[in-house]
């Protein structure tokens, strides 16, 4: 028989281990944090056809 492949509950679910904590979004600021970007593209672009 091969290896126990087992796989449960991992202390490490939660956490994105690549990202800095003071970097993290909380998932209820998630769809502001999309409106924040899209409308600070939407002010590049029309800077950029003003130019």
Not at 31 to 37: A, D, G, N
Request: glycine share 6%.
């Amino acid at each position: 028989m091969g290896r126990d492949n087992k796989q449960g509950k991992s202390k490490n679910k939660d956490t994105l281990p690549q990202t800095p904590k003071n970097q993290k979004i909380k998932p209820n600021e998630v769809q502001e944090e999309f409106s924040r970007e899209f409308a600070e593209l939407g002010q590049n672009m029309t800077n950029k056809k003003r130019k």
